[in-house]
């Protein structure tokens, strides 16, 4: 039996104008993609997802080339990752998912922080019982998103902890947590399709707010390196954010996200929606754990996460 996993992620600046070859900063989290691959007396092999799918996948490989017999469209992760998997055998493998960290306990609804790429990348570590599947996974997760999307959370999932993503050549940079930067992570109740937004995004007309977003990044990917000016530099890439969300109406302030960003500016802090926005999760920032505490007791619902030094890993 071979078992890998890897970690979710939150994207702390850089969406979409990372998928302009700007830079993204990223973090993992602790909650983990887990795949299992184990042998069974069969005359195919097996998928099986609990909490995700009730149907049973089976597949076989006729001379090299994946064929379904059940469950193609409720695993198209997994035949993404197998075709980029060399030599895996004709039948006779147990292969379990679970991505249940990933999924809100109250309202059952996904939350957003990466599943897919996290459990691309846990799966392909246990085909190939290898960890060393960064370019494979960035294949078959563009394969899985049909072409969408930049790869920054296949690189969390990957590498763990603190990154920078350069959009533009897909390089990593470890980057260290500033100190005296507290965080939290709101989950707003709506969780929103990132595939939808892209399609929106890429079916609209390029508007000059979508170079200034890029310059913004760029420069709170520098304040991310520097670990002393973060805060400072937040206002001005929210400001671009929602600028470009207005001129491409991508309704990434939606679900709530607005008024957390305005309210937590009258109280001295930083919050953002993260990644795709329009739900999922946003980021608060500020200088004390106590602080955030206070801003909290209002209601809102933090997810129960840490950072995650650790990327994908075999078990």
Not at 86 to 113: N, W, Y
Not at 159 to 180: C, Q, S
Request: overall charge negative; glycine content about 10%.
């Amino acid at each position: 039996m071979i078992a890998a996993s890897a970690p979710g992620k939150v994207v702390l600046s850089g969406e979409y104008a990372v998928l302009d070859g700007a830079p993204a900063i990223s973090v993992a989290i602790d909650r983990r993609a887990s795949a299992r691959v184990d042998g069974f007396d069969g005359q195919w092999h097996r998928v099986m997802a609990p909490g995700f799918a009730e149907i049973e996948g089976r597949f076989v490989m006729r001379d090299g080339v994946l064929e379904w017999l059940q469950g193609a469209s409720e695993f198209e992760l997994v035949d993404a990752v197998v075709r980029v998997v060399d030599a895996l055998p004709a039948a006779g493998l147990s292969i379990e998912l679970d991505t249940r960290a990933f999924v809100d306990a109250d309202s059952g609804a996904k939350i957003g922080i990466g599943s897919s790429a996290a459990l691309t990348v846990a799966l392909l570590a246990a085909l190939r019982n290898s960890d060393d599947v960064y370019n494979d996974a960035l294949t078959a997760h563009r394969r899985l998103q049909r072409g969408a999307g930049s790869g920054v959370d296949i690189a969390s999932a990957v590498h763990g902890g603190l990154i920078e993503f350069a959009g533009d050549t897909r390089n990593v940079t470890e980057l260290a947590w500033p100190t005296g930067l507290a965080c939290r992570f709101v989950w707003t109740g709506v969780a929103v399709s990132t595939r939808e937004k892209l399609a929106k995004l890429a079916a609209t007309e390029h508007r000059e707010s979508r170079q200034q977003l890029g310059r913004a990044a760029a420069t709170m990917a520098a304040a991310w390196r520097s670990t002393d000016a973060v805060l400072n530099e937040y206002p001005a890439y929210i400001d671009a954010l929602r600028q470009f969300d207005v001129d491409h109406d991508l309704g990434i302030f939606d679900a709530g996200h607005d008024e957390l960003a305005v309210r937590a500016a009258s109280a001295g802090l930083v919050y953002k929606p993260c990644g795709a926005g329009g739900g999922d999760i946003g980021a608060l920032l500020g200088r004390s754990e106590q602080e955030l505490d206070e801003f909290m007791a209002g209601g809102e619902k933090v997810l129960r996460c840490a950072v995650e030094p650790r990327g994908v890993e075999q078990h």
